[in-house]
């Protein structure tokens, strides 16, 4: 049951992170740590609370978890009705996490084939991106093996050539950095609890982050201040319909209004010390949950 202890500990410094993650103003400063904190920490969660459902049913049999498993068909008669139980909600959890992941993602990846697909009937390839001849001014990247950008003719009128190359490179960063994979495993977990207000919000915070990635990038090749124009026009234009699995330069309000206020007023604060300790606690954790899964109970 000590190992028990050690799953309990693991997630609760991945809750501990996330915590500090959500009231830490240093991650608009700098994303791309916070998503790498952000992706350890939940899967840490996710392993540490399937591994204490398990460490505690299988705690009789005095083995790791996978030795302990293989011997269930055979000893489940030696489990009382509480490790029993405990054994099947493991099970049950890990396998309906693991399903809804790859359901999210057949889902998000037939929406895309069918989006490329209607690209082909209805684009015109240019250069840079997919043009598509409709007033409403839309940007946005279907990602994958094959990423297309997409641009509507309602866009490339709205802007400027220099804010319409920022956009693209924007949705470039999307499509070269595989931004979708990123954000996918946190939207499968909200499409599996939709009524969760936290999930709700760690998503949104994800999403942000991801999309100030990009705006970093595009940034760097043509300069902060093209990008949050093009942000604005966007925004007081009114943000078009984007299809499923697509991500758009422009979303929510709020998140486009901090995106153009970090554009225009870079925070100056810098790289938190305490980074280095949050992620080596971490992959100490990550390393401890996944580790007693073959570790003698």
């Not at 069918?114 to 997919?130: C, G, I, K, T, Y």
């Not at 050539?161 to 920022?166: H, N, Q, S, V």
């Not at 009114?238 to 901090?258: C, H, N, Y």
Request: charged share 15%; proline share 6%.
């Amino acid at each position: 049951m000590i190992l028990v202890g050690h799953q309990v500990a693991a997630g609760a410094v991945a809750v501990l992170v996330m915590v500090w993650l959500l009231r830490s103003r240093w991650t608009h400063a700098h994303p791309r740590p916070a998503l790498v904190l952000w992706q350890i920490s939940g899967l840490t969660f996710v392993i540490s609370v399937v591994g204490v459902l398990l460490g505690f049913g299988l705690a009789p049999f005095r083995r790791g978890f996978l030795p302990a498993l293989f011997d269930l068909p055979t000893r489940w008669a030696e489990l009382d009705l509480w490790h029993f139980a405990a054994v099947v909600a493991g099970l049950v959890l890990g396998a309906w996490l693991v399903l809804n992941q790859i359901l999210c993602l057949l889902d998000t990846a037939r929406a895309r084939a069918r989006h490329r697909l209607l690209l082909q009937l209805v684009a015109q390839p240019n250069s840079d991106a997919f043009v598509v001849d409709h007033p409403a001014a839309v940007a946005y990247c279907v990602p994958g093996r094959r990423p297309r950008i997409v641009v509507s003719a309602g866009a490339r009128k709205l802007l400027s050539e220099t804010e319409l190359d920022a956009v693209l490179a924007h949705e470039r960063a999307h499509a070269h950095e595989r931004h979708d994979l990123v954000v996918a495993p946190f939207q499968a977990l909200r499409r599996l609890f939709p009524r969760s207000g936290v999930l709700t919000r760690v998503c949104s915070v994800i999403e942000l982050l991801v999309e100030m990635c990009a705006d970093d990038k595009a940034a760097r090749q043509h300069g902060r201040e093209p990008l949050a124009r093009a942000l604005e026009r966007f925004h007081a234009n009114g943000a078009g319909g984007i299809p499923v699995g697509a991500l758009a330069v422009v979303g929510a309000d709020e998140a486009v209004r901090a995106r153009i206020q970090r554009l225009r007023q870079p925070q100056q604060g810098g790289f938190p010390l305490i980074w280095p300790l949050a992620c080596g606690l971490l992959l100490t954790a990550f390393g401890t949950s996944v580790g007693v899964f073959a570790m003698p109970l």
